[in-house]
């Protein structure tokens, strides 16, 4: 088991299905690229940091500013929520936004949705635009000005 917090430079992904994500899970071990925790149910909101966990002062005030400045939050509530709905959240530590790429490249292979990247100052969503579920607000963005076009 891992020291490492979830989310930072970690990539998560949903997978419904049990035996897809354990599939999924060895795929990208037998790649070389890491074997990622497989959460479920109350485990995964054990598992992801979130701004309530225990911080010293100064790192509390500066997680909070950037998170108030991003959906870094509800992004990782949502998460919770689809395992607590029976959904398995796929958590990956990845060294950059290539290694995230390729690892969302293999996640895709198995149904994977809500693929997103926490890296150090931002969170970058890899859903591929093809997947309707959950699209990032610049998609949502870029559709309703081509709409309004």
Known sequence: MSEDKIPRSHVLAVIASTSAAEEAAADLERRGLGRPDVLAGEAAGAKIQTTADKRNP???ALKFAVEHLSEEESYLEQYE???????RVL????????QAEQVRDVLQLYGAVNIRFFGK???ADLTPPTNPSAPSDDRRLRR???TSS
Not at 81 to 87: D, F, Y
Not at 91 to 98: E, I, T, W
């Open 121 to 123: 100052l931002a969170v």
């Open 144 to 146: 309703g000005t081509e």
């Open 58 to 60: 100064i790192a509390a």
């Open 91 to 98: 958590a990956l530590r990845v060294k950059d936004r290539s």
């Open 81 to 87: 929520e689809q395992a607590q709905a029976g959904a």
